[in-house]
């Protein structure tokens, strides 16, 4: 398994390009599914991720044409040779599980595995079962598998979920597209993600309206049609680079991605006293390193709230501030996993439950760590380009699901970082 080192204690200088965001990518490459035309992805992020989801669309009988370097990836479901989504393929990443609401649209029944994904917490499905329940769909769950038919095809029904989801609401939109009647999702997660499903959706001839609010209403229609469209900027992978250049210090400039997602960081950065200039499609970070990051709480909710997925990016840029940061996980159980691997650096975090005290210290010292998922793996990033000599990380698999060229597009801006390819775990 690959590993990473890097040398800590350099500026940041330059600009990054941010990628297509994943986890709307991997909704999208599922809406491929409701039609039997083309669905052309632009600006696709070529991940371990939408590689693997690019695997089992193949094996339900879609015809993916990616080539390399392209970010253009197109994706034929013309004829399904299968509904059946194996656990081999699904246990590794939860989005996949998000192929069955297209299949139970559009061909009546889908046999998919429970999923797997990231440590993170119990993480089940129950919000998306029940959405395709009250949408007249027969669930039975046997031998790990969820078996759905609705063999004379979905219909309309007001659906109101009892805390947000994100991958739900996305579930239950798909799926209501192709359902008879109307559709009324309440309580919907607002994630920009969402909203670029929707709009992608419309696209394709779906009819959507309250895109961006907390009820979509959707009006089934018989067949979608295919469509182009570029995947939005990934809003996550733009909060972790702000974040590494707001802990290495330096000045570097985030390009090609849409500043507003990720206000509620920006809000956080400047508290730090980091200095954010925000663009029309970019946004500027610049910190001296001499200048102390000053502490910040940190309460993760759904968006427009402080995203979970940059909890762990802040926790390690609050290792080294001055005075103690508290942070609450409201989304996750289980989100602190990063938490015992940046204390070998020397933090002072003590967690307890929901809530992290993070007390800043003078130093953090470059060791040996281990990457326990997705977006605790580039927190270990971030610790390690502010802590003194180098910094080793294994398990970078993690980091290979969700950061394009992460290595590439650091060393462009001056760090001092490698892979160390095919490395003992
Ligand atoms: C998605 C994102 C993930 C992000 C999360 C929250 C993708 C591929 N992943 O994950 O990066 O951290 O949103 O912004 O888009 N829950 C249930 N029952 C369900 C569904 C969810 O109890 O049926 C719980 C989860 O365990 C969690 C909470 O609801 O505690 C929110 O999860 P959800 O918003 O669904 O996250 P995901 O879609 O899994």
Redesign the pocket.
């Known amino acids: 398994m690959d590993r990473i080192a890097l040398v800590g204690g350099i500026e940041l200088k330059g600009s990054i390009p941010i990628s297509g965001a994943?986890?709307s990518a991997?909704?999208l490459q599922a809406a491929s599914l409701l039609t039997q035309e083309p669905l052309v992805l632009t600006n696709m992020p070529e991940l371990a991720d939408t590689r693997f989801m690019i695997e089992l669309l193949e094996q339900l009988g879609v015809t993916c044409f990616w080539p390399k370097g392209s970010g253009r990836l197109s994706m034929h479901a013309e004829d399904l040779t299968s509904t059946i989504a194996p656990y081999d393929l699904v246990r590794k990443m939860?989005?996949t599980f998000n192929v069955l609401g297209p299949l139970l649209a559009r061909v009546g029944h889908a046999t998919v595995s429970l999923p797997g994904?990231c440590a993170i917490?119990?993480?089940?499905?129950?919000?998306?079962?029940k959405a395709f329940e009250a949408m007249g769909a027969d669930i039975v769950i046997e031998g790990g598998y969820v078996k759905a038919a609705a063999l004379r095809g979905l219909k309309g029904a007001k659906i109101i979920f009892p805390?947000?989801?994100?991958?739900?609401t996305?579930h239950a939109l798909l799926a209501a597209t192709l359902a008879k009647g109307e559709t009324v999702l309440e309580n919907a997660?607002r994630?920009p993600?969402i909203s670029d499903i929707a709009n992608c959706l419309l696209a394709m001839g779906a009819k959507i309206e309250g895109i961006g609010s907390s009820t979509l209403r959707i009006q089934g229609v018989d067949e979608l049609t295919g469509a182009r469209w570029s995947v939005i900027p990934d809003r996550?992978e733009a909060g972790s680079y702000a974040c590494c250049v707001a802990a290495a210090g330096g000045e570097v400039t985030l390009t090609n991605m849409v500043p507003e997602t990720i206000s509620s960081l920006i809000d956080v950065l400047q508290r730090a006293g980091v200095d954010v200039v925000v663009g029309e499609d970019w946004v500027k970070i610049t910190r001296d390193p001499h200048k102390p990051i000053k502490s910040v709480d940190i309460d993760t909710q759904?968006?427009p709230g402080f995203?979970?997925?940059t909890q762990a990016q802040v926790m390690a840029l609050m290792t080294r501030a001055n005075g103690a940061s508290i942070f609450r996980e409201n989304?996750?159980?289980n989100r602190y996993m990063h938490a015992p691997e940046l204390r070998r650096l020397g933090a002072d975090i003590s967690v307890r439950g929901s809530e992290a005290v993070v007390r800043g210290v003078e130093t953090l010292r470059g060791a040996p760590v281990m990457a326990t998922d997705l977006r605790a793996s580039v927190s270990l990033i971030i610790a390690g380009l502010m802590a003194e000599g180098e910094t080793i990380i294994s398990r970078v698999y993690h980091l290979d699901r969700g950061f394009e060229r992460l290595e590439a597009k650091l060393s462009g801006c001056g760090a001092n970082i490698r892979r160390i390819s095919g490395s003992e775990d």
């Open positions: 994943k986890n991997l909704k939860r989005a994904g917490g119990a993480r089940p499905v129950d919000l998306h079962l805390f947000v989801s994100v991958g739900a996305e997660a994630e993600e996550i759904p968006y995203p979970t997925d989304i996750f159980e």
